[in-house]
């Protein structure tokens, strides 16, 4: 059944006019009057609704159901990603929420090749959110991580909570991920950018409390590294099984 996001309150035996971009997929899917949808709006439930009228430019639909879906992990993984250039960062993200994240903090490092501020970081940023969106309309996800605004590495260590397990991908001073005990609950993963870390980054990150993890002696590209780790996480102290 097709999944659409929207801002709008949603309530049961309620009718709503569907916004533009929803119409749009209207059309591509060839959906017509009758057919059943489903839609969300991040408040960690799902709504049944039916098709009640569809135009060239205008769609509308009746909520029949409301449904309470547990999707999410146990495991709380704030990812701050170093940005990378063109499809990487975009593909990070995508796979990223597929696999449960729960909040996305881009950062600027000094090896970064992708420079963003001002008009366009805030515009970049809200086409990422949109990735997300979609990715959780693709996922099943009922609550949308939020993609926070663009930040320097400097700027996110002097701010970082630090009562709580920050953990950076890093061959250098590394452990395994089986060695952090006790099993966490809610952890921060900070990884570098296609360039790598330089070895200042690395001790700072390092001064301000996170602790270097490695998946293994290869050097893994920066969307592997967020995806593997993810992944590894869920498995350890999440919900794959």
């Known amino acids: 059944m097709p999944r659409f996001y929207l801002t709008a309150p949603l309530a049961p035996q309620t009718s709503l006019d569907l916004p533009d971009n929803i119409i749009r997929h209207i059309h591509v899917l060839r959906l017509n009057t009758g057919d059943a949808i489903t839609l969300f709006n991040g408040d960690g439930k799902e709504y049944l609704a039916q098709i009640s009228e569809v135009g060239k430019r205008h769609a509308s639909c009746r909520i029949t159901q409301e449904i309470t879906a547990h999707r999410e992990s146990p495991l709380n993984i704030q990812l701050i990603q170093a940005i990378s250039s063109g499809e990487r960062m975009d593909f990070t993200l995508q796979k990223s ?35 997300v969106i979609a990715a959780c309309e693709q996922s099943g996800r009922n609550f949308v991580p939020a993609v926070l605004p663009i930040m320097s590495l ?21 452990t395994t991920l089986r060695d952090i005990s ?60």
């Open 154 to 174: 400097k700027d996110y260590l002097a701010q970082m909570p630090r009562d709580e397990l920050h953990l950076l991908m890093s061959l250098n001073r590394a």
């Open 97 to 131: 929420v597929e696999l449960g994240v729960s909040r996305i903090q881009p950062i600027i490092s000094e090896r970064c090749v992708v420079r963003l501020s001002g008009e366009r970081a805030d515009k970049r940023v809200q086409r990422w959110q949109d990735i």
């Open 182 to 241: 006790p099993a966490p609950q809610k952890l921060h993963l900070m990884i570098g950018p296609e360039g790598g870390w330089t070895a200042a980054e690395e001790q700072s990150a390092f001064d301000a409390g996170f602790q270097a993890i490695t998946l293994g002696q290869r050097v893994l590209r920066t969307e592997t590294a967020s995806l593997a780790a993810i992944a590894a996480m869920q498995t350890l102290w999440g919900d794959f099984v």
